[in-house]
């Protein structure tokens, strides 16, 4: 898995993208959430439930099923927008569960593990994409810190908070001309 820095540098990076001066404070903490949650299966090992067990690391909450169910929750339930109707709470839902999949896609692109279970609870098996430049993250801090990280946060600016950023500022490009032209 890529860093905990980097997934939540993506949830930024999209709300970057997308920033209007009307999203509440909670669109941040929001954005950063769902950027890490399905890591949060790593609690798995603790209770001793194994890597490849269904809900194991980078099991059924690395899923594409898991990340439409809960974006969705999170945006129709705790973005409470009132004013702006179904419309708003769509392109909230929308928005959380592209962030939660763009963590699991990451995930496919690491060099290790045993892949991630994205179509989870159809299929139990476990992808990875044909090209995995990502450079796995340990799990265990100590190791991490231990002098991998430097390593490791090189290859994930390479790979993914350069390409963010572009995206980001791409979209902020396009977003901000179709206003103009829109008047």
Known sequence: MPTIFTHSFTGVAAGIAVYDKTLPKRFWIFSVICSIIPDADVICFKIGIPYSHFFGHRGFFHSLFFACILGSLIGVLFMKVREKGWKQKLFFAVYFSFLIVVHDILDAFTNGGLGIALLSPFTPKRYFFWVTPIEVSPIN???????????????????????????????????????????
């Open 141 to 183: 801090p100590e190791v991490f810190f231990s002098g991998k990280a430097l390593f490791i946060l090189k290859n994930e600016f390479f790979w993914v908070w350069i390409p963010c950023i572009c995206i980001a500022i791409l979209y902020r490009i396009i977003i901000t001309k179709r206003k103009f032209i829109n008047g």
